[in-house]
């Protein structure tokens, strides 16, 4: 090797905490650590504290996606880590505006049994801190020159840390926040927006993904009324730019679309496919999710109702899937009446556990003591549709 050869060594990073940092009291960190989370729950609640905490906020915003992202976990897995997470009371969670608003239960006494643990050294450690620093009061201050020329950057003071990032952009970085600023369509706390802009410190793939993002934003329905537009701080803070916005509608969705339009699409307007509604595709998928006893059972009810049901006039597809119509259409369909305007007593095989099973053997379908009970009685109402159409 010649002399003038340069070896260049690989430059290693060391993340400081001037950089930003996630305050946690240790007890609540203890109570986690000695919790028997699965991996992936741990990554949940990792990501939890770091939107929360590590913005000195109790609680978040924080979409499945966002999740996903910063987890490396799969949309399954991601939804049943925090499923979980909440059914056990470890994670606090409300609807937002944008998104599920998560914090994490502090109160860890209060988690389910399965996960909840027992500190029962902690006010012992609590008092033993408190004695000894009583004990050594007199000492510290003979040997206060020789802590303070041990503190490093990787330990400073409590009292100088900063979480707030740089108030003054620097040249690129500035132009980059202009480019965003011009584009996003709530001029609002600007000053804000710099600063969460600055946190961020996009690099330029970061920020080709956030302009794509925020494109991609700005035609979703939600924004189209200027209310609903966060504020720009709070969309980047939120990692806006990485939310997953429908834009048309599912393979099921659709199917329930179909499913009126040929029933009742004459009698009171056809439903338009490919005019997708937001709020609609939500109302669609919370209508599915009510009958998911019953898989089958929302090809059922557009017919029955066009059959059995005299509708009011405001009544539609958004009216019909809606818990309110879908329940006052149930209360329509109970009460049947003859031609001559008698009413008909409607059979009661539905009603119980046992009457449906009765049901089935009447009409010769087996089943077993292991099969859940609305999967015999969607088996019995579907024979009864296939008898009645022979």
């Avoid at 916005?245 to 009171?268: C, K, M, P, T």
Wanted: glycine content about 6%; aromatic content about 8%; hydrophobic content about 40%.
């Amino acid at each position: 090797m010649a002399l003038a050869d340069v070896i260049h060594m690989p430059e290693y990073r060391s993340p400081q905490l001037e950089q930003g940092y996630t305050r946690i009291a240790n007890e609540l960190l203890e109570a986690i650590t000695l919790a028997p989370f699965s991996q992936n729950q741990y990554k949940v609640i990792l990501t939890v504290w770091r939107m929360t905490y590590g913005f000195n906020k109790q609680s978040d915003q924080l979409a499945l996606s966002q999740i996903m992202a910063r987890t490396g976990m799969k949309k399954p897995q991601a939804s049943l880590a925090v499923s979980q997470l909440i059914e056990m009371r470890v994670l606090l969670a409300d609807e937002g505006r944008h998104a599920r608003v998560l914090s994490l239960n502090k109160v860890y006494s209060k988690w389910s049994s399965e996960v909840r643990v027992v500190l029962s050294s902690w006010g012992s450690e609590i008092q033993n801190h408190t004695v000894m620093e009583s004990v050594t009061e007199g000492s510290e201050s003979q040997n206060s020159k020789v802590l303070e020329s041990g503190t490093t950057k990787d330990k400073p003071k409590t009292h100088t840390q900063k979480t707030s990032p740089k108030e003054h952009l620097s040249r690129s970085l500035r132009e980059r926040f202009e480019i965003f600023w011009t584009a996003y369509p709530r001029k609002k706390s600007k000053a804000k927006a710099e600063k969460a802009f600055a946190k961020l410190n996009p690099d330029e793939q970061l920020m080709t993904a956030l302009m794509a993002g925020l494109t991609q934003a700005m035609t979703s329905e939600q924004w189209a009324n200027p209310q609903f537009i966060p504020y720009a701080a709070s969309w980047l803070n939120a990692g806006g730019w990485m939310d997953e916005i429908q834009s048309a509608y599912s393979d099921d969705e659709l199917a329930v679309i179909r499913a009126f339009n040929e029933a009742l699409g004459e009698r009171v307007g056809t439903v338009d496919e490919a005019g997708f509604v937001e709020a609609r595709a939500g109302a669609i998928r919370a209508f599915l999710c009510k009958l998911a006893a019953d898989p089958q059972a929302w090809k059922r009810y557009f017919p029955a109702v066009r059959d059995k049901v005299e509708l009011p006039p405001h009544a539609g597809f958004d009216y019909l899937i809606s818990p309110k119509g879908y329940g006052d259409v149930r209360g329509r369909m109970a009460i049947k009446r003859n031609p001559d305007g008698t009413r008909v007593h409607a059979e009661d095989w539905d009603k119980s556990a046992s009457g449906i099973k009765a049901k089935a053997k009447e009409m010769g379908i087996a089943f077993d003591d292991e099969e859940p009970v609305p999967a015999i009685a969607a088996r019995v109402r579907a024979a009864i549709e296939k008898q009645e159409h022979a």
